[in-house]
């Protein structure tokens, strides 16, 4: 507490290397963590690269379109092992909440073929405060997946920070933002019984640090490092680190 009152009372420059530290301890904090819950005998790990293209046209004053084409590769980055494409309409409720329903079509490569449908409803936030901006996004997804029974249903939100530095890099922000994703259900393969869909509990986690150019208005990039954690449903409840770059595209018509 007392730290936290120190960095109040400092200007705004110390206050943002407070911020600054405070984001890189959580960091370590998750990391920690995330190798306590992990059996190393269990636990896989990958490196991959992740390059996902973020496109948002406004329709009217008050509706929004919304495309995005994501590819993963995995395997250090030898193969395709995941893309996803994404669509969706928002409504802007005012400056700062919107409410969004979206399709999104999901097709995984590795160990094998397997491909998901999903239906989302999303609620956004957004704010400019003068040292930071944030984001917050909570989805709801109902998931139709390949081999399996019925609808699994996924709570996922997600929290971003962004700080600007303009006396740094000019048009350039660190960002950071964490992720987390809970299955509300699980699914079976039909009669069988034999579960190859998600069982309800935590399924992942994704924290991301790095920093954010923007080149004009309309067109901006994120580029850093993104740990995923993953339950694979085995003994451990994280089973699958993946150390992912990372390299957001941002297309705002």
Known sequence: MAESNLCEKRGSGSRLKCLLIGMAAWGLVAGIGSEALADGSTLSNDFRLWSPVFLTVPLSTSF????E?????GEDVSNLNQLILRTAIGYKLNDHWSVWQGYAWNTVYQPEFNDEHRVYQQLSYKETFPLIKIMSRSRLEERWIDHTGGTAFRARTMLRVDVPLPKMIPNTSFVVFDEIFFNLNGISNGSSGQRFGPEAGFDQ???????NYEFMKQFNVDLGYQMQIINTRRD???NQINNTIMINLFINL
Not at 64 to 67: C, L, N, R, S, V
Not at 205 to 211: A, D, E, K, P
């Open 236 to 238: 451990q409840l994280v």
């Open 69 to 73: 084409v994501n590819p993963r590769l």
């Open 205 to 211: 986690n994704r924290f991301f640090v790095g920093f």
């Open 64 to 67: 929004i379109g919304y495309a």
